[in-house]
């Protein structure tokens, strides 16, 4: 006798093992989302509400902000949370668009390689940055520099 289960009958689905990408995605969207209020706002009080404004901005402002450790791990924090951030989101854009295969897997491979080279690009210009490089000509270099 064959038995016909109820329509109503939930399918059990089958056991998942390993990490569940979506959901810590879903995860990390949220928490970054909330640091990155405070350091967005925070990077625009700096800039725009403290000392002249925003007509203070300038290349000598930035070589000073970038001089304190500090502004330097709050630049690169707010570099690489939005980033992954972002990338994350077009993630899901790549998923919810492609159908899984090559072209999807080409898509997330370019997202990657691109977020990868923006990091490190964006990470080595803030702890490199050196306004006052040495043997520099004077003519070049900012009016506070020692040699100009």
Known sequence: MTVIESPRTPARPAPRRGVNVEKWGWIYMRASGVILLVLVFGHLFANLMVGEGVKAIDFGFVAGKWASPFWQWWDVLMLWLALIHGANGMRTLINDYTNPGTVQKVLKLALV????????????????????????????????CPAA
């Open 113 to 144: 390689a691109s977020v990868a080279v923006l990091l490190v690009l964006g990470t080595l210009v803030v702890f490199t940055f050196d306004p006052c490089p040495a043997g520099s000509p004077a003519d070049l270099l900012p009016s506070f």
